[in-house]
């Protein structure tokens, strides 16, 4: 049985019929923000209620502790200098991880307020470091600790690569979570998982032109989960979306098409691009890290 489900016939290209979803390591309560790291050759991924985070060793398939407590980490990425950047809910703010192993706090407030529990972070060319600011770390005891929001909304924020000044960049989504670039990095895709307090409002991916001053613009509705949220998500280098989607990946093309489908049986949270060749779409599904080798690179 094939791991995937072609929708599109664009879909065959970036896959292999004979390469199997693989499941890695089981053993967390909610498994979150991959983020890989090729000197290494290790993915580094989180455990939020475990308050902790994992590392999976791509050279002999085992899986350790690399961070507990870990401040309920949730979403991570390797800056340009190959350093780990985290989102960690418990203590409301983002870190850097440098080359020595100290950890270097890169933004915990905005205008003197303290953020909500930042969830996912991506970096940019300009070493510009993009992150969501949602609720869902001081909602409750379970994802970090029970706080009321000093803020009072839920944003997208920006660190800027070289002051680390940080701006307020997006304030139109009610509970902004994954984030990507595209390729050219003209458009910002943004996440909204609104759903989790609105039952009403769909989960969806909203598309921003990036303007000639770098800020998010216009957005536009790019896709609308047809059950669950979609969650954490990566583009590959033809601008094709790899987002969760309830209890199943959904691949988008860059023309909002949804082209393919890979089912993973347990509620997906985020997934990203590693391996040697940048060819491995890690899973983070849950309980589970799973990985599917593609036709295609982050
Ligand atoms: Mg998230």
Redesign the pocket.
């Known amino acids: 049985m094939l791991p995937f489900i072609v929708h599109d016939a664009r879909f065959n290209a970036l896959v292999f019929g004979h390469a199997l979803l693989e499941k890695l390591w089981t053993g967390c309560r909610w498994a979150?923000?991959p983020a890989y790291f090729p000197a290494g050759r290790y993915l580094v991924w989180s455990d939020i209620p475990n308050n902790r985070m994992m590392r999976f060793d791509e050279t002999d398939g085992s899986v350790s502790v690399f961070r507990q407590p870990s401040q309920s980490s949730?979403?991570n990425t390797r800056d340009r200098q190959g350093r780990l950047v985290s989102c960690e809910h418990g203590a409301r703010r983002v870190s850097r991880t440098e080359h020595d192993g100290s950890i270097t706090v890169l933004a915990d407030r905005f205008e003197g307020r303290r953020l909500n529990s930042p969830?996912?972070v991506i970096v940019k060319s300009d070493d510009s470091i993009w992150f969501?600011d949602?609720t869902?770390g001081i909602d409750s005891n379970y994802e970090g600790t029970a706080a009321e929001s000093e803020i009072g909304a839920s944003n997208v924020y920006r660190i800027d690569g070289r002051s680390g000044a940080i701006s307020c960049v997006i304030t139109d989504r009610v509970k902004p979570?994954?984030l990507a670039f595209s390729p050219d990095e003209s458009i910002l895709y943004v996440?909204d998982?609104g759903t989790t307090h609105f039952p009403e409002m769909p989960s969806t991916i909203s598309a921003y032109t990036m303007n000639a001053d770098g800020m998010p613009v216009n957005p536009r509705l790019f896709a609308t989960c047809p059950d669950g949220l979609f969650?954490?998500f990566r583009g590959d280098v033809h601008g094709n979306i790899w987002t969760s989607s309830g209890r199943s990946v959904f691949c988008f093309a860059p023309d909002d098409t949804h082209i393919g489908t890979i089912p993973v049986g347990e509620i997906v949270?985020?997934v990203c691009f590693g391996g040697i060749a940048r060819n491995r779409l890690y899973i983070c599904g849950q309980t589970s890290l799973y990985s599917l080798f593609l036709n295609t690179t982050g």
């Open positions: 979150e923000g949730n979403g969830n996912d969501s949602p869902y979570n994954g996440a998982t969650d954490g949270g985020n």
